[in-house]
Each structure stands twice: as C-alpha cells, then as structure tokens.
C-alpha cells in the first residue's frame, strides 16, 4: 500500500498543471482508512473525479503525510488500528487551514465526528458512504448544504454494502467471508449472486 501511495505522491508532484473541474488549481487528495479494499475502490473513485490522489492506511501514516505535503482535501476514517483519525485532522490543521475534511464514522461514532467539525472538518459521514456522497460533501462550497437523500439507504442495503466489504477484505474468497460473518456458505453465495438491494 504504500509503494501505491507513493506513487501516486510521486504523479501529484509532476503533473501541477492539471486541473479538474472545481477542484481548484491543486485538486491532492489525501484518504486516511485502514479498510484496504474500501481504499482502493475509493482511490480509483476519486482519480476519476479529478483529484490526485494519496493514501495512507494508518495515523501514523497520515500524521507523516499530512506533515511532508498538506493536501487540499481529506478524507479520514475517524476510527483506525492504530489510534484515532482526529489525530490526522489536527496534524493537516496545523499545517495547512484551508483543507476540506470530510470524516467518515461508523454509526457509534457520531459524537467523535462532531469533535472532529469542532476540530477543522467540513463534515461527517457514516459508513458506508459512496464515492458520491464523499464527492458532494467535498465538493460543496461554504454556505451551501447536503441535500438529504430522497431514499436513504435501506437495511438490506446497509447489509449487502457490509458483506461486500468483509468480501472484498476477504480477497473474494466465499469461504473465509461467510466463516467471519457467521454465515452459511450458501446463502453467502445467494447473496452474492444477486444485485444490490435498494
């Protein structure tokens, strides 16, 4: 993971004159999770928004991040392996005021994503979020607010985005997904052959 990150550090520092679509002039992006599977799919999410993109899979590795090059935009895990996301938002603050944060939380974690708005991020969203939520909630300019969805996302929704992340984690292997979900293997597999609910 972090060969990727730095790469994709490395292609931030030699493409300075693109620019995307209202994403200003250095549109770097930093994504702090320690949910690998989830990291990739919003890295290349992100990438095909326009922004240049940087990972870091821990505090400590978004602390140094944060340190070596202040990026434009955030998005931090509040809750991570080794530690807590608000450590990462205070070390962008103190280098950088103008970042856009976004926190992602767990439904437990609300109260710690009101003191990460307390502390400089825009705004919270609870896993699991989409790559366009996560874009709208960067994107969306002072003053302006979220448009509560028409349909929020159903049980069995939140269910299914669940157990696609433990698959993917599980490198798409049935039988170790349904071992750590508790799961018969086939109705594992019912599922997985099916499309995601509404």
Same mark, same amino acid.
């Given at each position: 993971?972090?060969?990727?990150?730095?790469?994709?550090?490395?292609?931030?520092?030699?493409?300075?004159?693109?620019?995307?679509?209202?994403?200003?002039?250095?549109?770097?992006?930093?994504?702090?999770?320690?949910?690998?599977?989830?990291?990739?799919?919003?890295?290349?999410?992100?990438?095909?928004?326009?922004?240049?993109?940087?990972?870091?899979?821990?505090?400590?590795?978004?602390?140094?991040?944060?340190?070596?090059?202040?990026?434009?935009?955030?998005?931090?895990?509040?809750?991570?392996?080794?530690?807590?996301?608000?450590?990462?938002?205070?070390?962008?603050?103190?280098?950088?005021?103008?970042?856009?944060?976004?926190?992602?939380?767990?439904?437990?974690?609300?109260?710690?994503?009101?003191?990460?708005?307390?502390?400089?991020?825009?705004?919270?969203?609870?896993? $699991?979020?989409? /790559? =366009?939520?996560?874009?709208?909630?960067?994107? %969306? &300019?002072?003053? +302006?607010?979220? @448009?509560?969805?028409?349909? $929020?996302?159903? /049980? =069995?929704?939140?269910?299914?985005?669940?157990? %696609? &992340?433990?698959? +993917?984690?599980? @490198?798409?292997?049935?039988?170790?997904?349904?071992?750590?979900?508790?799961?018969?293997?086939?109705?594992?597999?019912?599922?997985?052959?099916?499309?995601?609910?509404?």
């Amino acid at each position: 993971m972090t060969d990727v990150a730095s790469t994709l550090s490395k292609t931030t520092a030699q493409s300075p004159q693109h620019v995307a679509h209202d994403l200003g002039p250095n549109p770097t992006l930093l994504i702090v999770d320690d949910d690998a599977p989830f990291l990739r799919r919003l890295a290349r999410a992100m990438e095909s928004r326009g922004f240049t993109v940087d990972l870091a899979g821990s505090v400590a590795e978004g602390i140094a991040k944060a340190k070596e090059a202040p990026p434009s935009y955030a998005v931090v895990d509040l809750r991570l392996g080794d530690g807590t996301g608000l450590d990462v938002i205070e070390a962008i603050r103190e280098r950088r005021s103008d970042t856009r944060i976004i926190v992602l939380t767990g439904y437990g974690n609300i109260a710690t994503a009101v003191t990460a708005v307390k502390l400089g991020a825009l705004d919270y969203l609870a896993k $699991p979020a989409d /790559a =366009d939520d996560i874009y709208l909630a960067l994107t %969306q &300019r002072p003053g +302006e607010k979220a @448009e509560i969805p028409e349909n $929020p996302m159903s /049980a =069995d929704r939140v269910r299914w985005e669940h157990i %696609q &992340r433990v698959y +993917e984690s599980c @490198e798409r292997n049935v039988s170790e997904t349904a071992r750590r979900l508790n799961m018969h293997r086939r109705t594992l597999q019912r599922i997985l052959a099916k499309r995601a609910p509404k």
